[in-house]
């Protein structure tokens, strides 16, 4: 796949670009060719939009897999992949009408991967809240919700200061993918997962378009970033992780 069509560069000097629907190992090849082209200077920050074919993925977080419930006669059965990976965090589901960004950018001025966490869901939570949504943080899980209902799930990488990997909010997938895992190993009693489309249709409101939703967080990430790399007071910092 290619990785090289840009829909825009934001006046942050942000790139961003649409690679429609991909498989997802394919869409992680690639992002770790971003990433090296951006540890080389090649490119600049660039935010990554994607729609992936249906998939549980399964992140670094210790007992991750146990959190898989469906089998593979009935994984096979309704066509969703599973992937090791290496991202933070526990197994998450990706599938049509769910946006993934993945970010490739440089943390160098802003060696803080949980400030970096924060960011992304402040501007997750901004995004939605231009639908008329309110979400919110809750302490100590990382993503944002709707009351007790998840809408959008975060986990990254960091390679020498340089992130990749990102977030999945829910615009319109098929929520029933959801009940083949325990999302982010969040169980039951603690919450449940929700999507935008979800959300508004309890409100008589329409879904929103998957268009429509990347063009406010395209433009969130944006107006924000600049604030985000500003430079800090320098405080003695470990070497940076693999992964985190």
């Known amino acids: 796949?290619?990785?090289?069509?840009?829909?825009?560069?934001?006046?942050?000097?942000?790139?961003?670009?649409?690679?429609?629907?991909t498989r997802y190992e394919p869409a992680w090849r690639a992002q770790e060719e971003l990433v090296a082209r951006r540890l080389?200077?090649?490119i600049p920050d660039t935010l990554v939009f994607t729609e992936h074919e249906p998939v549980y993925t399964v992140g670094l977080r210790s007992g991750a897999e146990k959190h898989l419930v469906?089998?593979?006669?009935?994984?096979?059965?309704?066509?969703?992949?599973?992937?090791?990976?290496?991202?933070?965090?526990?197994?998450?589901?990706?599938?049509?009408?769910q946006i993934v960004g993945y970010p490739i950018v440089s943390l160098d001025t802003h060696r803080d991967l949980?400030?970096?966490l924060r960011f992304l869901e402040e501007?997750?939570?901004?995004?939605?809240?231009?639908?008329g949504l309110s979400a919110d943080r809750r302490e100590g899980l990382t993503g944002i919700w709707i009351g007790e209902r998840k809408v959008a799930a975060i986990g990254v990488s960091v390679r020498r200061w340089v992130a990749y990997h990102g977030f999945?909010?829910?615009?319109?997938?098929?929520?029933?993918h959801f009940t083949g895992i325990i999302p982010c190993g969040i169980a039951a009693t603690d919450g449940t997962v929700t999507s935008l489309a979800a959300e508004l249709a309890a409100r008589n409101l329409p879904a929103p378009s998957l268009d429509?939703?990347?063009?406010?967080?395209a433009a969130e990430f944006s107006a924000r970033w600049p604030a985000f790399l500003a430079p800090r007071k320098q405080t003695p910092t470990s070497p940076a992780p693999e992964t985190k």
């Open 123 to 131: 501007v997750l939570i901004a995004a939605v809240a231009c639908l």
């Open 1 to 21: 796949m290619t990785t090289s069509a840009t829909l825009s560069q934001s006046s942050a000097g942000l790139a961003v670009t649409d690679w429609g629907r």
């Open 212 to 217: 429509g939703v990347r063009s406010l967080l």
């Open 70 to 97: 469906w089998d593979a006669p009935r994984l096979a059965r309704a066509g969703i992949e599973v992937v090791k990976t290496n991202r933070g965090g526990d197994i998450t589901y990706h599938g049509p009408g």
């Open 114 to 116: 949980h400030a970096y």
């Open 40 to 42: 080389a200077g090649e």
């Open 168 to 176: 999945a909010l829910n615009v319109s997938p098929d929520l029933a």
